[in-house]
């Protein structure tokens, strides 16, 4: 467990949505803009789906910010897209405003591939610690994140615990334990893929592929995704 994210109560709402936020970079070509334009435009939509899950049944929204493999990306989109997230990060009074308490998964600052900057490790720090008094819906930014580099990782902490490899073993060492079963993955963008994200959590989850970019992503494709869970 990251020692970053606090314990809390359980949040109101009953839904894990867990969101690929794919086509930044096609959406801004399309209208012959640069990549980093789409990324800005991803971010900002990104607020805007917030603000659309807090009102509805979703207690957990996860999405994938930047992955383990993204480090290749050229250096000045890896260097925009670092500052997109120091901008996520930021927006502290406004998940405030939502109640909402923001946490990170990802490899370990400390860990021996570890190569986030400190700049954003102080974003992440800081807006974990300065939402951690709500109580409403939890988003998790997975940055530096890869599910089978988590997956290893737990394996390997639960052999230097001394404890015998089980399904409830490895789980008690993902980066986050508290995050519950994903009820339903999106994608965006057309891509018919799942590309090492949250590979345990969503053993069993709902899965929508929506041709949408994410910047077009919305409350309308949002209830679309929640439609695919089974009612309770
Ligand atoms: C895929 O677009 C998206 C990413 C590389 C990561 C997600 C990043 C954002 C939504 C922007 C900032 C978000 C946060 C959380 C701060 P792509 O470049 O792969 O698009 P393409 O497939 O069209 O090239």
């Known amino acids: 467990m990251s020692p970053l994210n606090p314990l809390g109560p359980p949040p109101p709402g009953r839904l894990h949505v867990a969101c690929i936020m ?5 959406w ?3 209208r012959g803009l640069p990549r980093t334009a789409g990324h ?3 971010e900002e939509n990104l607020a805007e789906v917030v603000r659309a899950a807090v009102q509805r049944d979703i207690g957990w929204l996860t999405v994938f910010g930047f992955s383990t493999e993204n480090w290749i990306r050229p250096r000045p989109e890896v260097r925009h897209i670092l500052g997109l997230h120091e901008r996520l990060f930021g927006r502290v009074t406004e998940l405030n405003e939502n109640n909402v308490r923001i946490r990170w998964i990802g490899r370990p ?3 021996p591939d570890a190569r986030t900057p400190k700049y954003v490790q102080r974003a992440i720090r800081k807006a974990i610690a300065d ?3 709500n109580t409403g819906m939890v988003l998790t930014v997975a940055f530096d994140y890869g599910g089978r580099a988590e997956l290893m990782g737990a394996v390997r902490s639960a052999r230097a615990a001394g404890q015998r490899i089980t399904p409830a073993s490895i789980e008690s060492h993902l980066h986050d334990p ?3 079963p994903v009820d339903v993955m999106v994608r965006t963008s057309g891509e018919i893929r799942v590309s090492n994200f949250l590979l345990w959590q969503s053993a069993g989850a709902a899965i929508h592929f929506t041709d949408t970019p994410w910047p ?3 409350a309308a494709e949002l209830d679309a995704a929640i439609a695919l869970v089974p009612a309770p």
């Open 22 to 26: 794919d086509g930044n970079g096609r």
């Open 28 to 30: 801004a070509e399309s």
């Open 40 to 42: 800005t435009a991803g």
């Open 109 to 111: 600052f400390d860990g």
């Open 131 to 133: 939402t951690a008094h």
């Open 178 to 180: 508290t995050l519950p």
């Open 216 to 218: 077009d992503f919305d």
